[in-house]
Every structure is written in structure tokens, then in C-alpha cells.
């Protein structure tokens, strides 16, 4: 199984219950979803010399904060860390630590820094933020999304039962306030870490709370959804259902391949391909198993170079289909 978790579409923080006071950042979310990104710089270019100006600065940090999370789309790592070095210049000079904008600045450097693979720096990034909300406890929810951003990066060092324990942490609170993105993203640890240790129902029951969720906040055919159906997918191959397996992962492949045309990024639809390869190699389809496993192998070549981690795994399983 190909292990990838959601996509960031939704990665500045949720901070619902405060007052923003300008429509800008509203205007700024919309560009971006629309993937009017050169409108969105615009905007983020005009306000940022407007903020500076009228000394308006938790607009100023938040608008930073806004402006580093789109860089994630289409920006190197050089600047956007450029970015969250202003930030904090600004954050530490005019916030006090408490202040949900200077803890949502806190939560996009970790994040950066997990993309950027700084682990040891995003690790203490997101124990900070937990401990500063246990001092302040009127900092919104922050607590729990850093919770759920740490078990992220718990998984991904493969430190498995720790991720478990540190969504649940996170999990009933999250019921509650009804914060479905980070509850999207506590699922899918979930689903994922007990798929690990094969409580294969624990992680089917995980996983498909986690599709309804997926399709009331983004859509049917969003490809969180996509993402979502090929775990399901996994989980149904692993507990010996090919059928189940096979009608999630054509679910999923669908739906991430008009991803990929449309956007370009390829490395999720290609992770099912990967998945429904593997499949066909246990059902004895061997060419159709030769076939999406290749494909992966071209797109992820294209994409993160020939010489990429994934391409270890998808040689070594297009010489075995192919010794068959």
C-alpha cells in the first residue's frame, strides 16, 4: 500500500471565531480557491504594503500567514521561508504569544518545516503551540489542530501507536466544535495507524466517517474524496475483499486523475495506480498489473525525478510482474 495523507488545499488555519474585520481575506481565500493565483498575489502585494503603512500589524501577521500558506502552491521553499521569516519578525515584535495570529504563524512554519523536512524543528513547533494553549487556554482551538498537524508528522516517522494516541487526544474536542478539516485529517491517522497494525475495522470504520465528512465539505468529487476512496481501497485489498478493492480504487483513480489533468500534480493519482497495480498482480491480471504500475513509474519520474524514493518500489514491482 501506498501511504499519502490529504491534501493542503485547506492549510490556513481555521480561526472562525474571530473577527477578521476585512473583506480582503476572504477575497484572498476565493482567488485561491479559484486558482486565480495571480490575482491572489495582487491582492497579498497591495495589503501588505496597506497594513505596514496604517501599522495595522495582527492584519499584517495574518496576511503574512495567508501569503506563505498560497507560496506552498506554486513558490519555492527558499521563499516561502522568506516569507515566515517576516512574519515572525513582525509577530514576535507586535503580538503577544497568545494571540491566534501569532499561533497560526506558529502552525505554518511547522508546517513548512514538515514539508521541508526540518522534522526536529516542526516537532517543537507544534509542542509549543500545545503548550502555550494549555497556559491560555482561550486561544481558540489551536490546541487541537496542532494536535492533529503533530500526529500527521508522527505517522510519517512511522511512529505509529504515538500518532494514534495523539489524535484521540485531539479527537473528542474536535467533535464537538465541529472543526471538519482537522476531524478529516484525525480520521485518516486513525485509519491509517490502525491499518498499520491490521484493526482492519477500526480502519474501515475510520475511513468511511472520513468520506462522508470529505464529501460535505469539499464535494463528490474533490480529490480529498479521491485520497479517501483509495485507503478504503487498501483496507478492503488487506482483509482479502479484491472486489470492494477494486470498485474504491477505480473510485479513486477517477476522481484523481482529473486532478492531475487539470493541475498537474500527479504524485496522488499515480499512488493509486500504484495501489490498483498491486491488486491486479493478486488477482493475476498481469498486464493490467505491468500497465498502471508503469504509468506510476512515468508520472513520478516526470514529476520527482527518475531517481525518486517511490520509483525504488514501482522497479522492483514491475520486475516481479514482469519474472511472472
Known amino acids: 500500500m501506498r501511504i499519502y495523507t490529504l491534501l493542503l488545499f485547506c492549510s490556513i488555519i481555521s480561526i472562525t471565531n474571530v473577527s477578521q474585520g476585512q473583506d480582503v481575506f476572504d477575497q484572498i481565500k476565493k482567488y485561491n480557491k479559484a486558482n486565480q493565483l495571480d490575482s491572489t498575489f495582487a491582492l497579498i502585494d497591495h495589503y501588505e504594503i496597506h497594513f505596514k503603512d496604517a501599522e495595522q500589524w ?19 521553499m527558499e521563499e516561502i521561508d522568506a ?7 513582525y509577530a514576535t515584535k507586535h503580538l503577544e504569544k497568545q494571540h491566534p495570529y501569532y499561533l497560526e504563524y506558529l502552525h505554518q512554519r ?12 516542526a516537532m517543537n513547533g507544534f509542542d509549543s503551540i ?13 490546541r487541537e489542530q496542532a494536535l492533529v498537524s503533530k500526529a ?32 478529516i485529517q484525525a480520521y485518516q491517522v486513525l485509519a491509517i495507524g490502525n491499518n498499520f497494525f491490521h484493526n482492519t475495522k477500526e480502519s474501515l470504520k475510520y475511513n468511511l466517517l472520513n468520506v462522508d ?6 464535494g463528490k468529487n474533490h480529490p480529498n474524496v479521491g485520497i479517501t476512496y483509495d485507503q478504503i481501497g ?28 487539470s493541475t498537474g500534480v500527479g504524485r ?41 524514493y517511490n520509483n525504488f518500489y514501482n522497479y522492483n514491482a514491475m520486475t516481479e510482474i514482469f519474472l511472472q
Not at 495582527?58 to 502552491?73: A, F, I
Not at 465528512?213 to 469539499?218: I, N, R
Open 58 to 76: 495582527d492584519s499584517l501577521v495574518h496576511l503574512l500567514n495567508q501569503k506563505s500558506s498560497v507560496y506552498t502552491r506554486a513558490k519555492s
Open 83 to 89: 516569507v515566515l521569516a517576516s512574519t515572525q519578525k
Open 110 to 121: 511547522s508546517r513548512h518545516n514538515t514539508n521541508a523536512g526540518r522534522l526536529t524543528e
Open 130 to 142: 500545545i503548550t502555550l494553549t494549555k497556559k491560555y487556554p482561550d486561544s481558540l482551538h489551536f
Open 152 to 183: 500527521f508528522l508522527q505517522l510519517s516517522m512511522y511512529e505509529i501507536q504515538p500518532s494514534i494516541n495523539t489524535a484521540l487526544e485531539a479527537l473528542d474536542k474536535l467533535i464537538e466544535i465541529q472543526d471538519t478539516f482537522s476531524l
Open 213 to 218: 465528512l470529505a464529501k460535505g465539505k469539499f
Open 234 to 261: 487498501s483496507t478492503y485489498r488487506e482483509i482479502g475483499q479484491p472486489n470492494e478493492a477494486l470498485y474504491y480504487y477505480q473510485l479513486a483513480k477517477d476522481i484523481l486523475y482529473d486532478h492531475y489533468k
Open 268 to 308: 496522488y493519482f499515480s499512488a493509486t495506480i500504484f495501489n490498483l497495480g498491486i491488486l491486479y498482480n493478486d488477482l493475476g491480471e498481469n498486464n493490467l498489473a505491468f500497465e498502471n504500475i508503469n504509468l506510476c513509474y512515468q508520472i513520478e519520474s516526470e514529476e520527482l525525478g527518475v531517481d525518486n
